[in-house]
Structures are given as structure tokens and as C-alpha cells.
């Protein structure tokens, strides 16, 4: 945009008056003045040559060692610095600044004794003058006027000085001043008071009227014998609604109140309603518990939704599951049923990540199942992406460990031995093993009237442990959802072993499911046990939970792009927003056959 003559003269001319000892022009300043772009002034005062570019600075060896002794053995301020030097402060103090923080920092005593040297000094004196006038009950105003200081000054210096009148002082100062301007102010302010307005005000209002000595005793009695109490708009059977929907048993401590009546002290203080927990234990929740934001499912004993979920399920056919600190005090337990000495924990991805939880995260759940194997517990550990990606097979697996009395018993006996393809028991093992499909080896199958009831898949492998000669893994074995199968494991081994003469078998149990009672009924020793392993999960999602395999060098090249990759696996992980879990490790079971 074209500019007039007269307006480049004008912006040069004031251009000049902003230069420094340097010849450096405040052109930021006339940009704001003239409404004319920092660079355009920048070039007309070049073209006059008006305008010297500003130059890096560096200082000589003398004057960084001068700066050095200036700054520690004297204890000069930066400005002092600049004076002694005969630098120009427009130019340097910023220069000095920077050089100073980072060759010769001051230690806190230093800085204070460099504050006390310009900024406290003359101050103490006025905080101790403000202090002496306030310890004579005189208000902050009235000290401001004698001091002839502003108010806020008076206000800094006492809270400098950590002064503070006395709660009953400070209250009598405000009321003599209020009775000085109006004598009836305060006869005024309590006719106007009604029950209601007065429980409305905050604490420290009542204890000022109760402090007056001629309202005291008036005041308290109107206080304690107010007829006013908070209702609610929520009824006692919209309550019980609610507490029948959460399964808990609502309880009236009294009497029983009718449906249509509201509730009324919505803090529950006189405990007008009393709550049974699905755990047996009964509490007092105020309402904004049980329909407010809190919204509990549970009086603590359940801390998920999810958790709540599993309890609630495991307890329509396990009557005696508790939520228990107990068993392995002080760590909890989920869920614990003593009749058929079994738990389950729900574990969150979130909360039971590394990230949050650091090195903590991996050998939490394996001590915990430590601690329960030593007190003859078994422990089931569920994750939470195996209940909301896998429900079906989860209850169906939860249901045989806990002992549902409605599976349906059969045994392996009446049920027919046969050798199969592949994939007719590819489908079958993937509806219900936890652990979905494993490809190859010699694939048996338990019919009973021609429907598959149990599968197994035993497989020979060449590398390894098991790479030795003649050696067998058992690698799945898994019953239908809602069976009972006694002896189908024992029937499937005696059959392969007639069969095909192993030297061997192994097989494998995850330690979060299962503790390989199977495999001792069966004839298996137990061999070893393996460390936990760990999974990774996109943080911030409920799974699913991928093994650390599927993340080696030659596979992070293909799924992340170059400039995503870091120098481990864990830190390229964590940079893509992922997070990772730790299990309990896996058990070792053989069968050595002679």
C-alpha cells in the first residue's frame, strides 16, 4: 500500500526520537502509533540510514571475569553491573541477565541478601508501623490515612508480616463501624431475618450474631428450634425404585414412608432411610448418592462397573461371593466364595498399566496370585478387555470354575473319540476356548450324538523346549460353554499315547485362569514356571491386549512410520499411545510316558 509523503516524514521524524545510545529505533513503538507495519518502518529508516540493525553481543574474557567477581564477591545487582561497566542498560541488561543465570547463579541466601539491599529495607520499617497501628484495633483504612499509604499496601504488609486480628476482634471492628454509620443497623438486619435465610448463611455470620451478647441467647434458640428442613423433589418411591434397580434393599429406620411422600434431609444426617448392599453390609447414603452425580453401585464394596457386572454375575449361582480385604490383608480381593475356596479380580487396563502404576505394574498380579496359591486359593484374574470383547466365553469358563449346578453334567465315557480335520473344530475351539484357535497337529474331537462337546489339538514342535525327539504339546483343550465333561481330557491322552507313542507330552496353563487341576487329575507333574509376560493395549481403550511378539524390530518397521520409532521397543510403544499389562506367568505340566 502506497504511502503519502507527508506520513513517511512524520513516521521518520518520530522514528528518530525513539533512538537509543545505539542507534537502535523502537520500531514496534511507532508501529502502534502510526498503524503502519513494523517491517516498512524498518525499511524507510534504512534507506535514510536512521537505522542500525542491533549486533550479537559477546562479551571479553576481562569483562565476563569482571561480570563473574562483580556479581559473587560483591553481590552487585545486574543494573549495578551495567553502571560499573559503563554498559548501556538498554542494550546489555538483558545480555547481563542471561550471562549471570548461567555462569554465576546466586544461592537463596545471596538473593535475599541482595533483596534486603534494595526492596525490604525502608519496607520493614513501614510493615512494623502498619503492625503497631493494627495491635491498637485500628482498621486498615484508618492506618492507611495516618500512614498515608494506599489500602493495598496496608493489606500486603500484614499479611507480610503474618498478622491477623483475632476472629472476635476483627468481627467487633466491622460491627462498631457498621453501628457508627446507622445505630439501628443492626436491629434492622434482624427483623429482616427469617428462619430460612438465617440456616442459609454461612458459619461465620452465625457466630457474628452470636457473639453480639444481646442477640446471643435469642439467636440460638431461634437456630435450634427452626422448623426448617431441606426437601427434595425425589419421592421415597422413586428411592426404592432406584435401590431395586442397583439390587440393594431399601430400608426406612423408622417406618415405612409412603410412595408419594418426598424425601426430605437430603443428607440422610437422622438416617431416615437405611440401605442393604448386595454385600450384606447396610449404610446411611445421603440422596445425592444413590441419584446425584455419585450414582454408587455399591457402598464400596465394588468399585467398577464392570467389577459389579462379574460380582452380580458369579453370584447368581455362588451365593457366598464377598467383597474381602481378609484373605490376603492388606490387599483385596474382588471376590472371594469360602465354600468353594475360589476368587476372581477384575483387572482395568487403565489402572493396572505401567504407566500409571511404573514398576509396580510387573509382578503385581502375580503376587497377588502367589498369595492366594499359598493360602490354597485359586485365583482367576480376568482383564477387562476378556469381559468386554470375550463375555460369552468368560461366563462360560466362570461358570465351570465356580461350580454352576446348571451345566449340564455328561461324561466322556458315552461320548465317541474321532480324529478329525482341522477345520471342523477350528470353529468349535474358537467359540470357547479363552484363548481362540491354534493351527496344526492332530486335531480329536468328543462327540456325543454327533455334536462336538469337547476338542483337543496336540501338535509336534521343532523348536524350543519342545524340539527335542518324540516330544507332544498339548496345545488346546476345551469343553462347550454350559458342559460339564468328566474325564475328557484323560480319554483324549490314553488315546493319543496308544496311538502315536510319544516319548512326552507338555502342556501349558495360564496362571490368571487356571491353576492345573486338570493336568494333576490327568497324570501331569508340574514342571516349571515361567515369568509373567506382558501385552500392550491403546492407551485410554478397554483392549484389546496384543502379545509383545507381534512387536519385534522387523514388525514396529512395518507398522509405524520411521519417524515414530525410538530406540526401544517400549519407548516406540509408549510414544504411539500404547500401554502395557503384565499377566502371572505361565505353568509347565508333563506327562512322561514310559
Known amino acids: 500500500m502506497p504511502y503519502a509523503l507527508e506520513i513517511k516524514e512524520k513516521v521518520l521524524e518520530f522514528f528518530k526520537k525513539t533512538k537509543n545510545s545505539d542507534g537502535i529505533g523502537n520500531a514496534s513503538l511507532v508501529s502502534r502509533e502510526f498503524g503502519i507495519p513494523k517491517q516498512t518502518i524498518i525499511a524507510w529508516a534504512t534507506e535514510v540510514g536512521i537505522y542500525k540493525k542491533p549486533v550479537f553481543l559477546v ?40 550471562f549471570c543465570k548461567q555462569f554465576c547463579p546466586l544461592t537463596k541466601e545471596e538473593i535475599g541478601v541482595i533483596k534486603n539491599k534494595y526492596s525490604i529495607g525502608p519496607a520493614k520499617e513501614i510493615d512494623k508501623q502498619v503492625v503497631e497501628l493494627r495491635k491498637e484495633n485500628l482498621t486498615r483504612k484508618e492506618i492507611a490515612d495516618r500512614l498515608g499509604l494506599k489500602l493495598s499496601r496496608v493489606k500486603t ?11 472476635n476482634t476483627r468481627q ?39 457473639d453480639r451478647p444481646e ?79 455419585g450414582n454408587i453401585s455399591s457402598c464400596g464394596c465394588i468399585k467398577s462397573l464392570i467389577e459389579l457386572e462379574v460380582f452380580n454375575f458369579i453370584k447368581e449361582f455362588c451365593p457366598d461371593i464377598e467383597h474381602t480385604r481378609k484373605i490376603i490383608s492388606p490387599l483385596e480381593l474382588d471376590g472371594f466364595s469360602p465354600s468353594k475356596n475360589k476368587a476372581f479380580e477384575l483387572n482395568g487396563l487403565y489402572y493396572h498399566g505401567e504407566c500409571l502404576n511404573k514398576e509396580e505394574a510387573k ?16 485365583l482367576i484374574q480376568i482383564f477387562e478387555d476378556d469381559w468386554v470383547l470375550n463375555k460369552e466365553k468368560t461366563k462360560g469358563y466362570l461358570r465351570a470354575v465356580f461350580g454352576d449346578s446348571s451345566l449340564l453334567k455328561i461324561n466322556a465315557r458315552d461320548c465317541k473319540l474321532e480324529e478329525c480335520k482341522f477345520r471342523e473344530i ?39 523346549y ?8 498339548l496345545a488346546r483343550y476345551c469343553v462347550r ?26 502342556s501349558y496353563s495360564d496362571n490368571r485362569w487356571s491353576s492345573g487341576g486338570i493336568y494333576k487329575a490327568t497324570g501331569f507333574i508340574k514342571a516349571a514356571e515361567s515369568a509373567p509376560s506382558y501385552w500392550y493395549f491403546k492407551y485410554g481403550t478397554q483392549g484389546p491386549r496384543i502379545h509383545h511378539s507381534n512387536f519385534n524390530k522387523e514388525s514396529i518397521k512395518k507398522i509405524f512410520s520411521p519417524e515414530n520409532i525410538k530406540e526401544t521397543e517400549w519407548e516406540t510403544m509408549k510414544f504411539n499411545n500404547y500401554d502395557r499389562v503384565w499377566d502371572c506367568g505361565n505353568t509347565r505340566w508333563e506327562l512322561n510316558i514310559k
Open 466 to 473: 519342545h524340539r527335542q525327539e518324540n516330544v507332544i504339546e
Open 157 to 167: 504488609a500484614l499479611s507480610r508480616e503474618q498478622f491477623l486480628l483475632p476472629l
Open 59 to 98: 562479551f571479553t574474557k576481562e569483562q565476563k571475569n569482571k561480570i563473574i567477581e562483580l556479581r559473587k564477591v560483591r553481590l552487585l545487582s545486574i543494573e549495578e553491573i551495567c553502571e560499573e561497566l559503563k554498559l548501556s542498560k538498554e542494550t546489555y541488561l538483558d545480555k547481563i541477565g542471561h
Open 215 to 293: 442477640w446471643k441467647k435469642e439467636i440460638s434458640l431461634r437456630f435450634k428450634s427452626s422448623p426448617y428442613i431441606k426437601k427434595s423433589s425425589h419421592t421415597f418411591g422413586e428411592l426404592r425404585e432406584v435401590c431395586k434397580q442397583k439390587k440393594f434393599v431399601f430400608l426406612c429406620s423408622e417406618k415405612q414412608e409412603p410412595d408419594d411422600k418426598y424425601l426430605y434431609n437430603v443428607n440422610n444426617k437422622d438416617n431416615a432411610w437405611e440401605i442393604e448392599c448386595h454385600c450384606g453390609r447396610r449404610w446411611f447414603p445421603s440422596l445425592s448418592e444413590l441419584l446425584g452425580r
Open 481 to 506: 460353554i454350559g458342559y460339564r465333561l468328566r474325564g475328557g481330557l484323560g480319554k483324549i491322552v490314553k488315546y493319543f499315547i496308544n496311538t502315536y507313542r510319544p516319548k512326552k507330552i507338555v
Open 172 to 210: 467487633k471492628l466491622a460491627y462498631e463501624s457498621k453501628l457508627e454509620k446507622n445505630p439501628n443497623a443492626m436491629e434492622e438486619m434482624r427483623n429482616s431475618r427469617t428462619e430460612e435465610s438465617f440456616l442459609k448463611q454461612s458459619k461465620s455470620i452465625k457466630q457474628a450474631y452470636i
Open 426 to 464: 477350528s470353529g468349535f475351539i474358537n467359540e470357547n476356548h479363552i484363548q481362540n484357535v491354534y493351527r496344526g497337529g492332530v486335531c480329536l474331537a468328543l462327540k456325543l450324538n454327533n455334536l462336538i462337546v469337547g476338542a483337543a489339538i496336540l501338535s509336534k514342535q521343532t523348536t524350543g
Open 363 to 378: 509382578f503385581m498380579h502375580y503376587e497377588k496370585y502367589k498369595l492366594c496359591q499359598d493360602k490354597n486359593i485359586q
